[in-house]
């Protein structure tokens, strides 16, 4: 026997790490990922692969060289980094605007603040919302599903941006053959990864099954874009479902929303943060001149979370 | 033509309004401040460190021009030059401050204090002293994670990888005492300087009977009282199995260093070429 | 099944030494019965080195309103009164004594009768419990007696009594519970006795389904006694959560139980408690959980006060070779030892052996601010927040993010992904708090 090891209490410890953290994630991603490779085709694959590479290896590159620290592209959030803007891309965006948008999501979003955990912003979403609006042509291309192959794919209208325009969603739908089945199933034109909504649901369980996240980001943003839409077209049926399904929704309120680092810590705080997503998002839906606004709403409630953090405390024991 | 001047006139305006409810503002929520205090304060190191005693800079530089002597003031942190402009500004006598610096009273290296147990929690002094004793068999010894050099806010002191205790840079040391506050030890002290860097000390706090302590550490001070019976000033006391030189009394003979057995007495000198 | 509703986790329960009887230990030709067996003031020694003790005999006697009464727990002679290192290595004041024999005072019933019935005054009560030096021994160590008075304008209706036993590995009081249900149960009613309280529950987890059963089915002879199974979840034992859990209250924030009307006391504490009024027997010896995943025989052992513990590890199979860390009491509150020469304490509940897969801590990462520590802090604390004031020395702040309600069970430093020390910095950041706190004073 040797030395003996000493250390303060706790002694054992659950076994959790980030790694494991951040894989659960991407295997929650994994459904809605395939679905959207099954219908985009190849574009998604590649963009998807261009995506995690250049941010892994922006990551590396920055941490080794210009930090010239520890290198911790190994605890998988690079990847999880990388596949999230990826899923928020048209599938048929020129390969190189991707690596420019992985530069600036982990340059600019994630190492500039002192790498994980210090970000106060989502690094997928500084990153697509800056290729947003340096590249809006590009970035609102949107190939149909099911048009293989799809690097030559007829491009089109995505649902939200026919619902700018018209007055009343549930005429919208029917005139374009939509169904909220459709809808679910990822049949429709936009980013490839947020279209397949019951995939989206499906790693939503898992991320609660595995007590990755708690319900309470995901589960306010539904409620309140719920609510909110059915408030604002009072009589149209299908425009709250069609909010809850259509867009970056699913794939905002899930896996972007709920982001460790930028979202508040107590659970109340969490339904304030995700009550805030909802409205917003449905404001610039509707009066917004921008056809979808999940990003700008969680990146906008992102300020927000140190203020909340403030203000709102979890629940203390013996306060009644 | 019509479209610049009326924006100009509304721009002159608007500042005009601004500019009177500025100085109203101004005059209203004025408040004398003796202008000494700034010329003080410009002349004090800024390091705002509190080892004077007062809470900063201006803290100081308040107490020195509503003090009718300097006598009591001091910034240890800038020692006798900058009290000689602070007198000079104000044109009140400050007397001759002795320079202090630093010491660490341990001399448990690696090799006279063998490890025996490993620490694996929060790599903080304090937070290992508040467990145990320490991953040494000598309870009073220094831990080295370098409570005190996080504490040092000139950079005077580093922890030396090889003997894992903290070294002091004497020409960065201001002895403003934030170690000492840190260590939870009770290891460092801010002595006299000493002429040309010249001072001797007890290097060790370990209040052990003597056998139990050169146990755990062949540097101890074994409390054999041999460095008291040679010292020819009663510069050295013997409390609890732990002789301490008195720097007011000592002389710097060096008779106790030759005396000490474990070495727990440590002379330093400093070359006079560095001077 | 209720349980405490504010955070907690569910450590793997490895209950190796599980439903075991309890094994007598053997008595080593020396022991060191330290005079700071408890919280508070260490008591006052009133043997002199040559005197010859008994077993039970007082050795060190209360000084002050917190402290307690010290016992011999062997008879022998007292050789020398000296400072002995306890398991954190700091000093105390203990009695060594070298063992003859095993004579007991005769005032003690040795006998192996169950005396149910119990004649003597409240305050003949309170007096034997004081006397017998009794203290909590769930861990705090706390002198009984001062538990069991509470201040006159506050009044007990609730006696609640933990044989949760929440911390992983140990088993010592489950043990206790099987082999002296009716003890425990007649204890119960002492303490109902003194307290005047009409309703006494035993909060057991779920876990330990032999034991609920077979005291479900003696306390039906006690009048006021309920058996509650609790939901298994960690730290259930702490008497806050505990409180929560059986009568849905709160203590408030700094407050003491008595302030929801309850009162709290471990299953050991009670059957000492028993022993100590209806057999005169003063607490020198308490069970002890030897345990480990590679232990050889993880077992229960009742252990005499002073004993040293290597003695009692050699008796149970030894140190095992894979171990790397030793822990004075169970993993997650437990006391890592730098060296098992250290006599046993009236609060030593176990030892654990980690062996070398467990026992490094793996190296801190960054905060991911996953919120895992809050969602787990049974106080409802922030500990990721108290954990970066802390490190910046921010007490001003840590004061008013209530660091005092910390009692830290370790559950933040448990659940993080990244492997922060939360808890070292919180516990030090307590500490000086409270040091700040008690200044103002």
């Not at chain 1, 048929?92 to 790498?115: D, E, N, Q, Y």
């Not at chain 3, 036993?165 to 007649?186: F, G, K, N, S, V």
Request: charge should be positive; proline fraction near 5%.
């Amino acid at each position: 026997m040797t030395k003996l090891i000493i250390s303060p209490s706790p002694h054992i410890h659950s076994g959790d790490s980030i790694q494991k953290n951040m894989f659960g994630v991407l295997i929650a991603l994994a459904p809605a990922l395939l679905m959207g490779f099954l219908f985009f085709g190849v574009g998604a694959i590649l963009t998807t692969l261009t995506a995690i590479i250049s941010c892994v290896l922006f990551e590396y590159l920055i941490q080794k060289f210009l930090l010239k620290g520890k290198t911790s592209i190994t605890d998988g959030s690079a990847i999880v980094t990388g596949t999230l803007l990826a899923m928020n891309l048209p599938s048929i965006i020129p390969l190189w605007m991707v690596v420019i948008g992985s530069l600036v999501a982990i340059g600019v979003g994630k190492m500039t603040f002192g790498g994980l955990g210090n970000n106060p912003f989502n690094p997928a979403l500084v990153g697509r919302v800056f290729m947003l609006i340096s590249f809006p042509v590009a970035m609102t291309t949107w190939s149909l599903p099911g048009t293989f192959p799809a690097l030559d794919a007829q491009s089109g209208a995505t649902p939200l941006a026919l619902a700018k325009f018209s007055d009343s969603i549930t005429e919208m739908m029917h005139t374009n053959n939509f169904s909220i089945l459709n809808f679910g199933i990822g049949y429709m034109g936009g980013s490839f990864g947020e279209v397949s909504a019951f995939a989206l649901l499906l790693g939503f369980a898992f991320l609660l099954f595995r007590k990755i996240i708690s319900w309470h980001i995901p589960v306010s943003i539904f409620a309140t874009v719920f609510v909110f839409s059915g408030l604002l077209h009072w009589g149209d049926v299908a425009a709250p479902f069609f909010d809850l399904f259509a867009g970056g929704l699913m794939l905002g309120a899930i896996f972007m929303a709920s982001d460790f680092a930028t979202s508040p810590m107590s659970h109340f705080g969490q339904i304030i943060y995700g009550v805030g997503i909802g409205i917003i998002t449905i404001l610039i839906r509707n009066f917004g001149s921008y056809p979808e606004g999940v990003s700008f709403a969680i990146l906008i409630m992102n300020a927000f979370t140190p203020l909340i953090n403030t203000y709102v405390k979890p629940k203390r024991f013996g306060k009644s | 033509m019509n479209v610049i001047l009326i924006s100009l006139l509304t721009l002159g305006i608007l500042g005009a309004v601004a500019a009177t409810i500025l100085f109203l503002t101004a005059k209203k929520f004025y408040v004398y401040q003796d202008p000494l205090i700034d010329q003080v304060q410009a002349v004090l190191p800024a390091a705002n460190c509190g080892a004077c005693g007062f809470a900063g800079c201006s803290g100081f530089a308040n107490a020195c021009v509503s003090a009718t002597s300097l006598d009591a003031l001091l910034c240890p942190v800038g020692g006798n030059a900058v009290m000689q402009n602070v007198s000079a500004i104000l044109g009140k006598t400050s007397s001759e401050a002795v320079p202090k610096v630093a010491v660490l009273r341990c001399a448990g290296t690696c090799e006279h204090r063998p490890q025996t147990n490993l620490y694996n929690g929060a790599k903080r002094c304090s937070i290992a002293h508040n467990l145990y004793s320490g991953e040494t068999g000598c309870s009073f010894g220094c831990i080295g994670f370098g409570d005190c050099e996080l504490a040092c806010t000139f950079g005077a002191i580093s922890i030396n990888a090889a003997t894992q205790l903290p070294e002091i840079d004497e020409n960065k040391c201001t002895s403003c005492g934030a170690c000492v506050k840190a260590c939870p030890k009770m290891l460092l002290e801010i002595r006299k300087k000493g002429a040309e860097n010249h001072r001797i000390y007890v290097a060790c706090r370990n209040e052990e009977k003597g056998g139990i302590a050169r146990k755990s550490c062949s540097a101890a001070c074994i409390g054999c009282s041999k460095c008291q019976k040679v010292c020819d000033f009663e510069a050295i006391s013997i409390n609890n199995n732990l002789a301490f030189i008195h720097d007011d009394k000592c002389t710097l003979c060096g008779k106790c260093v030759e005396t000490c057995s474990t070495k727990a007495i440590v002379e330093f000198k400093l070359k006079v070429e560095s001077l | 099944m209720h349980t405490f509703r504010i955070g907690g986790i569910h450590p793997k329960e490895n209950k190796l030494s599980a439903g075991k009887t309890i094994i007598r230990a053997e008595i080593p030709p020396q022991v060191v019965i330290s005079l700071s067996n408890h919280t508070g003031a260490p008591a006052k020694a009133v043997v002199e080195k040559g005197d010859t003790v008994r077993v039970g005999q007082i050795i060190g006697e209360a000084n002050g309103f917190i402290s307690a009464n010290v016992h011999s727990s062997v008879s022998g002679k007292v050789s020398k009164i000296d400072s002995q290192p306890d398991v954190s290595g700091r000093k105390q004041l203990a009695v060594f004594i070298d063992v003859e024999g095993d004579e007991w005072l005769e005032t003690i019933d040795r006998s192996p009768d169950i005396i149910s019935q119990c004649n003597f005054t409240k305050e003949e009560i309170l007096a034997k419990i004081k006397n017998a030096g009794i203290v909590g021994l769930g861990g705090a160590t706390f002198p009984a007696h001062v538990k069991l008075s509470p201040p006159p304008d506050k009044k007990a209706n609730i006696l609640i009594i933990n044989g949760v036993e929440c911390e992983p590995y140990l088993t010592c009081d489950h043990a206790l519970m099987l082999c002296h249900a009716d003890e425990i149960l007649i204890g119960v009613t002492i303490i109902m006795k003194v307290l005047d309280v009409k309703r006494a529950v035993i909060g057991i987890e779920n876990n330990k389904k032999d034991v609920i059963a077979h005291l479900s089915k003696l306390a039906k002879n006690y009048q006021g006694i309920e058996i509650q199974a609790l939901k298994t979840k960690y730290p259930q034992g702490g008497e806050k959560q505990l409180i929560d859990a059986v009568i849905r209250r709160q203590v408030p924030s700094g407050k003491l139980p008595i302030e929801v009307g309850a009162v709290v006391q471990n299953v050991a504490t009670v059957f000492a408690i028993y022993q100590a009024v209806q057999k005169n027997k003063p607490l020198f010896e308490r069970v002890m959980t030897i345990t480990g995943k590679d232990a050889q025989n993880p077992g229960n052992y009742l252990v005499r006060i002073g004993v040293n513990l290597s003695a009692i590890v050699a008796q149970a199979g030894g140190i095992p070779e894979t171990t790397e860390k030793i822990i004075a009491g169970g993993p997650m509150m437990g006391r890592a030892v730098a060296s098992l020469d250290t006599p046993a304490v009236k609060g030593s509940a176990g030892i654990l052996f980690i062996n070398n897969e467990q026992a490094q801590r793996k190296e801190a990462a960054n905060c991911i601010r996953c919120s895992k520590c809050v969602n787990a802090c049974p106080m409802g604390l922030e500990p990721y927040l108290l954990m970066t004031q802390s490190e910046n020395s921010l007490w001003d702040k840590m004061e008013t993010n209530h660091v005092m309600d910390c009692m830290e069970c370790g559950c933040c430093s448990y659940v993080c992904p990244s492997n922060r020390p939360i808890l070292d910095y919180v516990r030090y950041g307590k500490t000086t708090v409270g040091g700040i706190i008690r200044g103002r004073k």
